[in-house]
């Protein structure tokens, strides 16, 4: 299973950033993905997440009506699309699958939001 995100980077506050993640080594359309950010100093905790359709996606409650998470299952790619960004939304997103109970990462792409 690899993981490799990318898009993230120095944005203004009330800005928008759109982050992607690329899957391989595992039936990538028949899982579900999630999105996580860890800030310094915090705990990791989940952003958002789609099923492996697509049909049903969850969000944090800090993030909702900002963030979109999608996916492209042609492409075995993931996205957060992330709007109206906050100082507070400065964190590294990682996606994330689990497979047989095991949890896989990638190595996570740096969001900073600053003026």
């Known amino acids: 299973v690899q993981l490799v995100e990318s898009g993230g980077g120095l944005v203004q506050p009330g800005g928008s950033l759109r982050l992607s993640c690329a899957a391989s080594?595992?039936?990538?359309?028949?899982?579900?993905m999630r999105w996580f950010r860890q800030a310094p100093g915090k705990e990791r905790e989940l952003v958002a997440s789609i099923t492996s359709a697509g049909g049903t996606t969850n969000y944090a409650d800090s993030v909702k009506g900002r963030f979109t998470i999608s996916r492209d299952n042609a492409k075995n790619t993931v996205f957060l699309q992330m709007n109206s960004l906050k100082p507070e939304d400065t964190a590294v997103y990682y996606c994330?699958?689990?497979?047989?109970?095991?949890?896989?990462w990638g190595k996570g792409t740096m969001v900073t939001v600053s003026s």
């Open positions: 994330n699958t689990r497979r047989n109970g095991m949890d896989y």
């Open positions: 080594g595992f039936t990538f359309g028949g899982s579900t």
